[in-house]
């Protein structure tokens, strides 16, 4: 089992719906988690991290943490086609004694459709 | 630099050959990452330092993989006796501290043939 699992997609959406992008993790002991954007060609850009249970909301995108359920989500309201991109979900795990890194799901792939 | 600056863009070598990846951070972050990413994947740890030393170096996939960052910003990621299978884009990121969000550079995408 992967330690973030993500559905590679593409998930298509119309332009202005939400989209939903689901990403589980194994490691129960994990606290942080993050969102990246990845446009075709370009590098991981941070759009949201989350720490606790809940919502947290920044403009049109929310993400949602349920540790109970080793879950993590992020919803893009009135989705644009310049939101189509490759939607990357992390968590920070303990390395080396002293250190932490990102672990990376697959990514989901998002289209939106104008 | 206003970002993370990565050289070359691109780098096509031969099978066998050696090659160095340069990372420049950001200007005061102490924090710096090695990711690979192949094609439909998502980024791969490989090295983090801390400073001057590799804090954490368990993700490098063998001893053909070394990487050094002697001052504490720039570091380089040099590969030995290139393979095929190493083909991919080599990301840095850099941050203040290990728990925020890294920045990314935009990556070297490394092709052997």
């Not at chain 1, 759009?47 to 929310?62: A, H, L, Q, V």
């Not at chain 2, 031969?14 to 340069?22: D, I, M, S, T």
Request: hydrophobic share 30%.
């Amino acid at each position: 089992q992967k330690e973030v699992e993500q559905n590679s997609g593409p998930l298509s959406v119309p332009e202005g719906a939400i989209a939903s992008l689901n990403c589980t993790y194994s490691d129960r002991v994990s606290q942080s988690f993050f969102w990246y954007r990845q446009y075709s060609g370009k590098s991981p850009e941070l759009i949201m991290s989350i720490y606790s249970n809940g919502d947290k909301e920044d403009g049109r995108f929310t993400a949602q943490l349920n540790k109970a359920s080793q879950y993590v989500s992020l919803l893009i309201r009135d989705s644009q086609p310049s939101d189509s991109a490759t939607y990357l979900c992390a968590t920070l795990r303990k390395g080396r004694p002293g250190t932490y890194k990102y672990i990376f799901g697959t990514g989901t792939r998002l289209k939106v459709l104008a | 630099g206003a970002g993370v600056s990565q050289t070359p863009s691109n780098k096509v070598t031969e099978k066998g050959k050696y090659v160095e990846l340069r990372c420049d951070p950001i200007s005061g972050h102490t924090a710096l990452y090695w990711y690979r990413q192949s094609l439909g994947q998502g980024p791969e740890f490989l090295i983090y330092f801390q400073g001057t030393g590799a804090a954490d170096d368990s993700g490098l996939p063998n001893d053909r993989f070394f990487a050094v960052r002697p001052e504490g910003s720039v570091s380089t990621l040099k590969i030995q006796r290139t393979e095929r299978g190493d083909s991919a884009v080599y990301l840095c990121a850099s941050s203040l501290e290990q728990y925020g969000g890294y920045t990314f550079g935009s990556g070297t995408r490394l092709t052997v043939v």
